[in-house]
């Protein structure tokens, strides 16, 4: 599969999960919801980029397209042991 059509399947995946977000609302008024979308998806994306990387903060930080010390301070952050 194509990079370009995994990045529109993510993208597919994540406008059907906020339409559903959107939808259950029931009447509230959203709020942070650029906040509540990064918190929800870094997670599991470095995750799994580290486990593809077989723990290797360098490999993982290039296949990410970021710093390797931004991806350990993002990790301490968001509390990813390997």
């Known amino acids: 599969m194509s990079t370009a059509r995994q990045g529109n399947e993510i993208a597919d995946t994540v406008r059907r999960s906020l339409e559903k977000y959107f939808r259950d609302l029931d009447g509230e008024k959203p709020r942070s919801v650029y906040d509540m979308v990064i918190r929800n998806v870094e997670r599991p994306l470095l995750e799994v980029v580290l486990d593809r990387a077989e723990g290797n903060q360098t490999i993982?930080?290039?296949?990410?397209?970021?710093?390797?010390?931004?991806?350990?301070?993002?990790?301490?952050?968001?509390k990813i042991k390997l």
Not at 60 to 78: E, P, S
């Open 60 to 78: 993982a930080a290039q296949m990410l397209g970021i710093n390797r010390n931004t991806l350990r301070k993002k990790m301490q952050t968001l």
